[in-house]
């Protein structure tokens, strides 16, 4: 690291990936349980309120992406979800109501969202910068970190569901956010972590359109990691609801099943890191998806939780490539 860095650029960065790990491990199991369970919506309303969060989420997500490299500087983008997310699991904890929870999901969250992406993206290019021999290393360990954070924050969120308030989980969040907004002023205020990447030059005549013109490979890539990430999030949300109501389980399941599940990331992320080297990231994808895929058809039978929880280990292969290699893949196709 650079000696002009006047603060621990790496301990905060890892604080931030930990946060980031909070705030979707502390809330996104239990997201079906508070919307139909607790908060009574039906299932359809609460299907299309996720649904509405996800595609917005989905978009924006690729709009700030594309805006990250015409800002002058990449953290305000990272501060502004941050504040989203403070904002929209805030306002589930302050006002539990159904109209809280849509306005939340529905319009507020899907900027919260963005924040992991837009965390990744900041440390994927910081450490190219400063340290591009190790910058891939730098963004697995990160990445790690998060994981971490999913192995162990579901079960104790689960034991804080059960004995005190579910809405509890949603103060965590929101705190958390706030701390990764902190952060993120935090290094604002010292100049050497500031990065910024030029965006590619138009050739001389070249219309405005030519900017997002990609090749018919690249875009179709794109899509299906489009619609990859969009079913992955909606599966989020409705697993919960599947282990409560199909498989008879409780709120510690829901905890269990993302702590196993981010256990299982740990090891099938560094099997996913060593076929990078062997494989197109194209492929990797690809069979990811075919993962998750036999994970949710064989899941659809079950009736047995104890059955599930050794599925979960397809559940962890798959995630776990969906949620580390399509960073390096949208970043390095656009």
Known sequence: MPSSARMPVTA???????FSGVTYAATMPYASLVGVDTLGMSPGWFATIMAVGSVLGTFLSLFLGYLSDKLPDR????LIAALGGV??????YLWPTQTGFTISMALLMPIGF???SQCFAYVRVYYSKHMPGRADFMVTAL???FTIAWVVVPPAAGWVAAEFSIFDVYLASSLSNAAIAGIFLALMSDKSTHVHVPPPVRAEGASLLSTFALPLGVLAGLVGLIVMSMAMRIL???VPLFIVTDLGGTVTDVGFYAGITALAEVPCMLLWGWLTTKLTKETLLAAAGLVI????ALASVLTDMTVFYWLLILNGLGTAALMSINISYIQEAI
């Open 12 to 18: 905060l960065l890892g604080a931030n990936m930990f």
């Open 75 to 78: 953290r305000i983008l990272v």
């Open 87 to 92: 904002a929209g699991h805030g306002l589930i």
């Open 114 to 116: 963005t924040c992991f």
């Open 143 to 145: 990445r790690t970190v």
């Open 236 to 238: 989020s949300f409705t």
């Open 293 to 296: 895929a036999l994970f949710l």
